[in-house]
DNA sequence: CCACTCTTGTTGAACGCTCAACCAAATGGC
DNA sequence: GCCATTTGGTTGAGCGTTCAACAAGAGTGG
């Protein structure tokens, strides 16, 4: 017989769907203004970002789905779209022939210099205007632990 | 010519990257727990909530789409898969003749049964143990502030 | 009563994600 | 050196979502 259920308390069960249509909302706003104004999902400029971000605009697959958060699967099928659309290239790996790289090209780095400045503003308007400063330092700290808790 | 851009300072980029790495990650993980212990992802078991909490567990097409934080779409396609699986029915509104009803019927409401326990110990699991009671009041007020601030 | 507009809900195509299966190369024992 | 296992990455099928287009009924002003 299994332990009974830790059902969810009233003041729980408000935090828990207040969380939920607030996330959902946010996610679905950002990942539509996005594809509108820049024309990809919020997973494709994410990986732009890292990319970016990383030295020589270039990294290992692997790498790239750790940092951009996503399953091996879901960036080998997103990089095959991003290099048709000439954002990045796939190279093959100096040091380990199963490996690939990633390598963003100009095109992808113009790509996303367009979209920032918009989608920046989208994170601003519908995220950072709507709470105090408390509350954002209070936001940052409860992901921490809650990323932390979920990848330990 | 475009006002400057608002970029993201330090703590506002460290917060906005920590809370998505968080969300996603809570997502993922209860959208697959929930598809390999109930064979439905969230979105479905969150329709089938709404719906048991209906009066007579029937709610108009629209209400539900609303209640349940989906596009009419989405609805409408979800709807012609939880209606081949058996676990809702689709009437039509005797007050508006361009309307439909949907209605859980008992299989649905087993489905649920069954569902729920395992979900909400995930729910548990992975958001409020990870978090301290005066952290789940601040993500309360957060997650209102934002879903306000969104529909406003 | 008629025309215009709005609302309700559905549909099909395109797209992105998941899952499982798979290949190739690296690694670790023995 | 060889075989088994692990790791890196890709692939295809199936599913769910979006978007735009649509059909049909309800509401509204004249």
Known sequence: MR???RWLDPDEQRTWRAYLAASRALMDTLDRELQRDAGMPH???E?????????DRRLRMGDLADAAGSSRSRLS?????LEASGWIRREDCPTDRRGQVAVLTDAGF?????AAPGHVEGVRRHLFDALSPAQVDQLRR?????????TR
Chains 1, 2 share one sequence.
């Open 77 to 81: 099928h997103a990089a095959t779209r």
């Open 43 to 45: 997973a494709y400029y």
């Open 142 to 150: 409860i992901s921490e632990a809650l990323a932390d808790h979920l």
């Open 3 to 5: 332990a009974m259920t």
């Open 47 to 55: 990986i732009l970002v890292r990319l970016s971000e990383a030295p």
């Open 110 to 114: 113009a790509a996303l210099a367009a």
